[in-house]
């Protein structure tokens, strides 16, 4: 459905993308990850048509951004940041003025709106002006002018900005949704977002694309990545310190002794392509029998999105 190749986009001196390549398949939601400035939002402009890249290509359902443009528009739903409303129009009569934009044939005009209202749950309110509704209401309306033409795909930046729990839930679901029958690209900050609608993630850096695939693919090549936990009897913190070298573990480890005598202790285990529990559990437990340790309890903490973002951007807080 969409392929980039190569994409480099310059203002002037300034190069904001910086060789950006990636696909996009049919019925996938594909999450743009990445602090302010890395590139996210030119690269979606550049899909849209609204920006021509310095060098590269992106194609729309084969047909070339560059070339042919207006075709391109035919087949996508946009939604930017700022969502484009007019306040004193009702919300029908916004929807009737984007269906005349998108040159919808006046047969199928009014089937159009309401398959729009429908899926956006604004049925009750296609008669309200716009200037009167709630934050999720208004991106709902955003959303609707975006899927009134029916495109295929959909690009979406930053939809969930500014709304309350209760609204983000809403759009989430709707979006969850149109993305079992669209191509959905969606852009945000709030990594529970990601995790919640998005089948791969694309994250961005300065330009470049920091790491690409299922967030589990990318934990994958994360080396040493997955933290362990154990409560265990031994001979005190300084002996099993001591005793922990010999596993070979990444540093610093930490062990902390409990009231009853116990020791809390986590790590991260080193190297090895194959990180599955049973195999790395194996060798944890054959290490504490060696060494004379008794295991209470073993737990195994997988990366998340969150330390993935937090390793490949250096961001030190991220949206929640």
């Not at 969409?2 to 390549?21: C, D, F, H, M, W």
């Not at 207006?70 to 004193?88: A, C, F, H, M």
């Not at 199928?108 to 009167?132: D, F, S, V, W």
Request: aromatic fraction near 4%; glycine fraction near 10%.
């Amino acid at each position: 459905m969409i392929a980039v190749q190569g994409l480099t986009k310059r203002y002037g001196p300034i190069e904001a993308v910086k060789n950006v390549s990636f696909e996009v398949g049919k019925d996938q939601v594909l999450g743009f990850l990445g602090p302010n400035g890395a590139g996210k939002t030119t690269v979606m402009k550049i899909l849209t048509g609204y920006h021509f890249p310095s060098e590269g290509t992106a194609l729309v359902e084969g047909i070339s951004v560059q070339e042919n443009p207006v075709e391109v528009k035919r087949r996508i739903g946009y939604l930017p940041e700022s969502v484009p409303l007019y306040g004193d129009l009702t919300v029908d009569e916004y929807l009737s003025f984007i269906a005349d934009a998108r040159l919808i044939p006046h047969g199928g005009r009014n089937q159009a709106i309401e398959a729009a209202l429908a899926a956006c749950g604004l049925e009750y309110m296609a008669g309200k002006r716009i200037e009167t509704l709630s934050k999720g209401y208004k991106q709902r309306v955003g959303l609707a002018q975006a899927i009134i033409h029916d495109p295929p795909i959909l690009i979406l930046d930053e939809p969930t900005t500014g709304l309350d729990p209760n609204q983000i839930i809403e759009i989430r679901s709707l979006i969850k949704d149109l993305g079992k029958r669209k191509t959905v690209i969606l852009s945000t900050h709030i990594l529970q977002e990601v995790e919640a609608v998005c089948s791969q993630v694309l994250i961005l850096n300065e330009g470049r694309i920091a790491a690409q695939g299922r967030p589990e693919e990318i934990a994958g090549t994360m080396k040493g990545a997955d933290t362990w936990e154990l409560t265990l009897k031994g001979d005190g913190v300084q002996g099993v310190m001591e005793r922990l070298s010999r596993l070979g573990v990444s540093l610093p480890p930490t062990a902390e002794a409990e009231p009853d005598g116990t020791i809390t202790l986590s790590f991260a285990v080193m190297g090895g392509d194959n990180r599955t529990g049973t195999i790395d559990g194996e060798r944890i437990f054959d290490w504490a029998v060696s060494e004379g340790l008794k295991i209470l309890s073993m737990n195994r903490k997988k990366i998340s999105l969150e330390d993935i973002f937090v390793k490949l951007t250096g961001e030190e807080e991220v949206s929640s």
